[in-house]
């Protein structure tokens, strides 16, 4: 009996001292730089998509005092945010100004199936018009292609008295996907989804196509009017990988995503597209009335270049229409005068699917 206590306060003696050596210990590396260095670069080296769930700590948002100017490029990674593309110019000036408005980290997404690519082998006429994109693309079809893409537009203001119910329409930018047979598409945007009555929903969302289903930001629906910069990379934020970028630059709030996924990288787009309706690839929603979409500053970038409009490389205006009588659903005008910027307007809902 005495030994079994005297056991008991020694036990007790050395538990105490072994939980004050490990608070010592945690505080050193809290505030040691070296440690906080490492533990952000374990981080940002963490698959997204170990933050979908609630309560999971890698999805995190920049601090209040946050330069992206004096930030490291582990820094940048461990948010969530871009590389600067160029060191400086107008290109470099946007991510600036799109990493200073980046204030919020949205962590939580519901998947949900999107895009159809321009594939020749489901007998669509890519040159020019298709049933479900409208916009421009750039490329020849052949390497080195691009391997940066940027944009910007405001969240359209749909027109109620001509928005069906369950229709939709969503606004991207993207890299791969046009006259692609294997579909390697990765992009990112927003989306007008009219299941619901109006004002509707709007929301921010990526996809890299085929291989994932297009995932949803739920923490913070958009608004109205809301101005949008997304960018897609491949083998520049990250080494071997693709790169998603969107940021509401009104509320603050951005997402963005990475993966070891090759986009096919001969085409770059920007696009405004009808859904594709779940389990299916050739039929589609009917298009939300979204009045029109002003796209700013569409620029992109070949491997080991710098950035440049669209109307610098070779281009294809692409006009949307209903695949059995040909009426036009949605057109772009022609670039203005800077070669990087245009209008996509609206014109048709399109024909009932059903999906």
């Known amino acids: 009996m005495q030994f079994h206590q005297f056991s008991r306060r020694h036990f007790l003696r050395i538990f105490s001292l072994i939980l004050f050596g490990s608070i010592l210990f945690n505080l050193y590396m809290l505030f040691y730089p070296t440690g906080i260095a490492q533990a952000r670069n374990i981080a940002a080296s963490v698959s997204h998509r170990q933050f979908y769930g609630t309560g999971n700590t890698s999805c995190v948002s920049p601090p209040a005092n946050f330069d992206p100017i004096k930030a490291s490029a582990s820094d940048l990674a461990y948010y969530g945010l871009p ?24 962590c939580h997404f519901t998947s949900r199936h999107l895009s159809t690519p321009l594939n020749p082998s489901n007998g669509i ?43 939709s329409a969503a606004t991207w930018i993207g890299i791969g996907g046009y006259n692609d047979n294997n579909g390697n598409l990765v992009q990112g945007g927003t989306e007008i989804d009219a299941s619901v009555p109006p004002p509707y929903d709007f929301y921010m969302w990526y996809e890299n196509w085929p291989i994932d289903n297009m ?33 509401d630059s009104s509320n603050g709030y951005y997402i963005s995503e990475h993966s070891y996924y090759t986009p096919d990288m001969r085409y770059a787009e920007w696009i ?29 970038m070949p491997p080991g270049q710098n950035s440049s409009g669209i109307g610098f490389f070779t281009h294809t205006q692409l006009t949307m229409i209903e695949k059995t009588d040909n009426k036009p659903l ?26």
Request: proline residues 6%.
């Open 215 to 247: 995932e949803i930001a739920t923490d913070k629906p958009l608004a109205c009017k809301d101005h949008m910069y997304a960018l897609v990379d491949y083998n520049l934020t990250y080494n071997d990988e693709s790169y998603i970028y969107v940021n």
């Open 125 to 167: 006429e890519y040159y020019g018009t298709t049933p479900n994109w409208s916009g421009y693309v750039v490329g020849n079809g052949t390497q080195p292609g691009f391997n940066f893409v940027e944009g910007e537009w405001n969240v359209p203001c749909p027109n109620s008295s001509k928005t069906y119910w369950a229709s």
């Open 272 to 300: 405004d597209e009808r859904v594709t309706c779940p389990l299916s690839n050739t039929t589609y929603t009917k298009l939300a009335d979204f009045n029109y979409v002003q796209w700013h500053f569409a620029y992109a």
């Open 330 to 355: 949605a057109s772009p005008t022609e670039l203005f005068s800077d070669g990087a910027s245009y209008n996509d307007n609206w014109s048709a809902a399109g024909n009932d699917n059903s999906c």
């Open 83 to 106: 590389q600067p593309p160029e060191t400086s110019g107008p290109i470099f000036d946007r991510w600036l100004n799109a990493v200073q408005h980046s204030k919020h980290r949205e």
